[in-house]
Structures are given as C-alpha cells and as structure tokens.
C-alpha cells in the first residue's frame, strides 16, 4: 500500500491512498491543475485513479473537486449530507441580507481588480493561468479571514472555478448544461460514517469526527493486509477516533496548533474561539497526548498535517509528537513525518 500526501493544511489537502490495483484520492483541495502538477511531480499517474473520496465540504478539501472529477470521469464518494452541503455551497443563493448583498459587491469589485490586475500583468492572451493564479490568491485570503467558515467569499471562488476548468478540462466535451451547474459530477456514491464500504481492493471504515462541518469523516484503508488512516480537521479526539485508529500502520494526523501562536497570532478572536473548540482543530498538545496516552506505538509512520502556517512551526509540532511517542520511535517504527503545504511529501509505501 501507498500514501502520498499532496498537500496538507488550510490552504488545501488532498492524499493520494493506493494498493497495488486501486488508487483513490482523498479530497482535492487544490485546482485541478495544480494537483495535476504535484502528482506528476511525484510519480502518481492521475489517469489510474478509480476515485475521489470527501473527508468533508469545506473549501480546502473541495476547491478543485469538479473540475478534476469531470477531468478523470472518476465518482466521487461523499456521505449524503457533506453531497448536499458541496452542491449548496456552489448554487447561487437567490436571498440575502440588504448587508451581505453589499459586502458582496465589495468582494465582487475587489475580485475583478484582482483578475484585471493579473490580466494587465500577463497580457491579455494567458487568462487561464492568471485566473488560476487570482484564484490560489483569493483562496489564501478566505484562509486567513475565515480559517475554513463558510464565507461569502467561498461563492466567489466557486464562481472561479469555471475558468478554472477552461484550462484543466482538455476535453472540453461536458455538455453545456452540465458545464453551466458547478456542481455536476461524473458520478456520485454515498457512504455513511460507521459502515465499512470497498474501492476495489481496498477497505475503507468511514469514522465520524468533531469538527463544524455538515458531516465530516476520518478514514482507515486497509489492503493487503496494511492500514493507512488519515484524521484531519478535528477540534478533539472522542473515544471512536481513538478506537479507529488502532493497529494503524501509516498515521496521517492533524497536528494543527500551537496554543500560544494561536492566542497570541493574527486571527480575529471569533476565529480563534473556532479552531480552539471541539469543533475546530487539533493542537500540538491534544495531538501529543493522544500519542503518548492511548496510542498504540504500532505504525511504522505517523505523518504530522493540517499544520495552521500562522499558528504553527514544524519544528513546534515534531517536538511535541516526537516527545510523546518517545523512546518508541525508531528505525522502522513510529518515524515522524511533516506533511506541507506547498509540496508533496514523498510516497510512503509499505
Ligand atoms: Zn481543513
Ligand atoms: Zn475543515
């Protein structure tokens, strides 16, 4: 088995997870193109791909999930609810506030500065790629604002997305009703939280987490006799957390935090209290005493991710985890990794 952590943090997540016949991607938190370009970077041929699997809606999990499933014409696995909040997020909504519709228009003339600006830059010819370029900019501006709420800024983005997919559907073949809605997919399956479901080969246990989405999951991959989980965006660990991951072999855990760069970093207090509550995100120190308490020492790999670049440092959260997994860590077993932002770690196969 394989996993290859594309990207990981605020500013988009995306893993690829593949035994030797079936390969899935979880989440596509990045434009199509740009997770085009990373998997090339390391060696994943996205044409093999079988599917795309939703830890949850918010927008760096989702950003490019349209345009790469149209792209691949993979299904994409969601739960019910976390479908119908994506397909909401993407409709226009037809009623506002006299203040939001206002605040709209702002973000909408600050957008179009933004893309005109970029265009000016270019030349008029490379729209695509500017748009794209705005777009990664706009998403790093939601990030830092929002930290992940649902802003109407989101609407913005999703609007951008059909640009997006001028320049990463080569195909150019979605019939214009389907390229008109945003939310149209190749296909689409449901898996509840709790029921065991496969992808070929593989072995997927959906498990609940607490954060402040519609219905968001962690999973467990098992094949060929390996287990691979992935737990991000979690505001703590409930004991059915604790429990899926047991005899884990490969550990991709949010380690999100640290308390005091939080308290004392620039995020607006509101958006402080979000991440801090159950709902929100792991800190270095929940992360830790999660492994030094209940964990049970068995992966070979445990893979530090969802790292906040306002709130966190790398080295701040390998020194928690490393201080709490302790003499445990060795050679080929309990070796801590840092999952990135901004490039791919290096596929972990065992
Ligand atoms: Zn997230
Ligand atoms: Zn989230």
Redesign the pocket.
Known sequence: MRMTVLASG?KG?STVVSSSRTRVLVDAGLSCRELLRRMAAVGEDPSTLDAILITHE?Q??VAGLAVMARRLKIPVFFTEPTHRAWVRMLTPRTTMSYAKWLDRLEQEKALKALVAAATHAEGAGACNADASEADGELAGRADKFSA?MELPVEAELAGLDASAEADCDVEQAAAPAAKADQAFLPAVEYFSAGRHFSIGDIAITPFTIPHDAADPCGFVFEAEGIRMALA??LGYMPPNVKQALTRIDVLLLESNHDLEMLRDGPYPWSVKQRVLSRVGHLSNDATAEFLAKEYDGGAAYIILG?LSESNNAPELARIAAERAVGDRMSLLGNRILLAEQATPLAPITL
């Open positions: 605020s997540n918010h760096d999990h992940e991000t965006d969802h």
